[in-house]
Every structure is written in C-alpha cells, then in structure tokens.
C-alpha cells in the first residue's frame, strides 16, 4: 500500500484507498491528486474540490470500468 497525503474529504480517500488497492500510482499536486493506472495507459485527476454531489460516485464508477493491469516487461512480441 502506498502513501500520500490524506485527502479532507473521507469518502474521496476512500476512492484513493480504493485506486492503491487496485494497485494505481497516486501523486498529490496542488490542487488535486493524479492517479495513474498500473498498465501506464490511463491517468485520472481526483480534485481536493469536487465539481458536483455524485463525484465521488462517478470516478468510482470509472474506476471499475477500467481494465488495467500491469505490463511485463519480459512480455514476448510475435
């Protein structure tokens, strides 16, 4: 599990919780913390000042919706 810092809002600490436990990266910015998917094909903004009521809901939706896993790096090409 990783580490960032804590998001004020319990339930989007959750979602990050819920983005490290799918094995995301997660970096803390300014206003807002970039979550990057383990394949490298994705990265997501999760704002410190959500837009709306059902953000939380919506980016856990699209968390689900991804399909990501990480690249082996010995992967053989034919």
Sequence with gaps: ???????????LEMLLVAFDMASWQIERGKTYYSVK??????????HLTPSGANYG???????????????????ATS
């Design 1 to 11: 599990m990783g580490y960032w810092p804590k998001h004020p809002r319990k339930d």
């Design 37 to 46: 998917c383990p394949c490298g094909d994705h990265k997501r903004m999760i």
């Design 57 to 75: 809901k919506n980016v856990q939706q699209w968390l689900k919706r991804q399909n990501c896993a990480p690249k082996d790096e010995g992967e």
